[in-house]
């Protein structure tokens, strides 16, 4: 099993959801969340002063899901997320130990 | 019963009411221009205010501002209204110990509910300037001796038949009475509280600390605005179709004139127009109007206005580099046009508009006469305030404390003070944003 995580631009949600849709998922958890990579922040203004804003409003999905799933649900994410411009995000996909299901006490990819 | 007090006093009470309205306004644009985590407890200070300067006004301050008694504050009817007194009788006819109110034809209590609105004005100035770090405790027992002294002794010397008026010193509605007077106060208020943690650091960089909602400044600005129609043409305290129709429009004239003045200040100075700063500008342009507009053409008013516009944007940046913390920019819209609308009497007056009282002014063949009245009293308002106020403020500061503890105010004043929160449904922002601006005055424009 693995964990894919997708920090994206939050305006995209719903299409990445869409896309994941499309191709099959077992479930997702999303986190408001600021951050920056190279991408530099904003510039705003308060009553004749200026400061930067260097994080930025971002959106984290978090997906756990079987081996052999794990390309095809990137892959979807990346033709949903991409816009080309600095700042689209980057995915992160590491390794799950183990996954349970509360309900039912499951463990394993069938827990997902 | 004569149709002329009906309507004198109609109009007093419901241009009252409008004033009253302010406190809404004041509420509003103090909070909404400061953090989420003090919002409670800047509410909670313009809610209280009102309070404490009616109580305070009614028990002692109109007796010291409009009662009988020297040059410097009355000695007759002093407490809880109980002077003798025969309004609505005016001029010859009238009989009582409030003879500087005896020029408007309306009953006693109408005088003093209008009175009484605009010493509550002149306390909620104050209390945008201490916002987020001040004790409440300490603010409420400010502004209660505001309301018994410090408002109604300048408030004598120019309303109450003391020595400014008998000076020729002419204030309509206010700019010095409420304005300055405010205006002042909230200046040593914030030198003596110090500045917000985080302000200011080393080499004087000023770090911005954003309002958290410009909505609510918004409201509060309009509010403040359809009040100020209040404010200014009530001042008649008649219903006197020509002057109070003129009011109206000189008032509304010098705070659109400054609107568009400081939007266009704000705009090339800083690279995009400020919402901040506009709203302020409006405020700025209604004070520096407001001992003017009786007396002044609406030509006058829009240059006025002009002027005031650009005051407020460079004085709000003059006072950080001066490392004086307002949150607000209560002391560069209400004290820097305040004294300016009151020396602006000195030069636009013409007595055409309002004849026997001003004379011209300056600028309209009048000479020197009325802008020396001016600027004496803008000098004896601001040495009695200022001396005053910072007696009371140290005095405060000894005794009870002025200001809440560092972790308190990093916390929010709304748990600290009250134990509430303003919007429990949401995570607030502690932290503080970083400042661009290198050195004192070296802001960077903001350009994308």
Not at chain 1, 45 to 74: C, M, N, S
Not at chain 1, 100 to 111: C, D, M, N, P, Y
Request: glycine letters at 14%; proline letters at 3%; charged letters at 15%.
């Amino acid at each position: 099993m693995k964990k894919i995580e997708a920090i994206i631009r939050p305006e995209k949600v719903d299409d990445v959801r869409k896309a994941i849709e499309a191709v099959g998922y077992p479930g997702l958890t999303i986190t408001e969340a600021e951050g920056h990579g190279k991408q530099k922040g904003v510039t705003q203004q308060w009553r004749g002063e200026t400061y930067r804003v260097e994080f930025l409003p971002k959106v984290k999905l978090e997906l756990v899901v079987g081996d052999a799933d794990v390309e095809k649900i990137v892959k979807a994410i990346i033709s949903a997320a991409k816009t080309g411009a600095v700042g689209d995000g980057k995915i992160f996909v590491s390794d799950i130990r183990d996954a349970i299901k509360i309900r039912t006490g499951e463990r394993g990819e069938s827990a997902l | 019963m004569e149709t002329k007090v009906m309507l004198d006093t109609l109009w007093v009470l419901i241009t009252a009411m409008l004033v009253f309205f302010m406190n809404l306004g004041f509420a509003a644009v103090e909070a909404g221009m400061q953090q989420a985590k003090n919002c409670v407890n800047i509410l909670s200070k313009n809610f209280v205010v009102f309070a404490a300067t009616s109580l305070a006004f009614w028990w002692l301050g109109f007796g010291i501002m409009f009662g009988d008694g020297s040059p410097w504050f009355g000695l007759q009817g002093l407490f809880s209204l109980h002077g003798a007194d025969n309004s609505p009788a005016t001029g010859a006819a009238y009989q009582g110990v409030y003879s500087s109110l005896n020029w408007t034809g309306v009953p006693l209590l109408a005088k003093f509910f209008f009175q009484l609105v605009f010493a509550g004005t002149a306390a909620t100035i104050v209390s945008g300037a201490v916002g987020g770090r001040i004790k409440y405790l300490s603010f409420i027992v400010f502004s209660f001796l505001m309301g018994t002294i410090l408002y109604p002794v300048t408030g004598h010397w120019i309303w109450g038949g003391g020595f400014l008026a008998k000076l020729g010193f002419w204030d309509f509605a206010g700019s010095s009475v409420v304005h300055s007077v405010g205006g002042w106060a909230a200046l040593t208020g914030a030198m003596i509280l110090g500045p917000r943690i985080g302000k200011f650091g080393a080499n004087g960089k000023i770090t911005p600390i954003p309002g958290h909602n410009l909505g609510l400044a918004t409201i509060g600005t309009f509010v403040l605005w359809l009040g100020w129609f209040g404010f200014n043409p009530g001042s008649t305290m008649a219903a006197d179709p020509g002057a109070i129709s003129r009011i109206c429009v000189t008032t509304n004239m010098a705070g659109i004139a400054a609107v568009l003045t400081a939007t266009i200040a704000s705009w090339m100075w800083m690279g995009k127009p400020d919402l901040g700063m506009s709203l302020n500008g409006l405020l700025a342009g209604l004070v520096a109007v407001t001992a003017p507009c009786a007396y002044i053409s609406v030509e006058s008013s829009l240059i006025i206005g002009a002027i005031a516009g650009v005051l407020v944007v460079l004085a709000v940046t003059w006072f950080d580099r001066l490392g004086i913390d307002d949150p607000v920019g209560a002391t560069s819209v209400h004290l820097v046009n305040g004294v300016f609308g009151t020396i602006a009497v000195g030069l636009f007056a013409q007595d055409a508009f309002m004849p026997g009282t001003t004379g011209n002014g300056l600028l309209f063949g009048g000479g020197m006469k009325l802008l020396t009245a001016q600027l004496i009293g803008v000098g004896a308002v601001a040495a009695f305030t200022l001396v005053v106020s910072a007696i009371v403020w140290y005095a405060l500061k000894a005794t009870m404390g002025i200001r809440v503890t560092a972790q308190e105010e990093v916390e929010g004043l709304d748990l600290g003070e009250h134990g509430n929160s303003a919007y429990p449904d949401f995570v607030v922002r502690k932290t503080l944003p970083v400042s661009v601006s290198a050195s004192v005055g070296a802001a960077q424009p903001v350009r994308s």
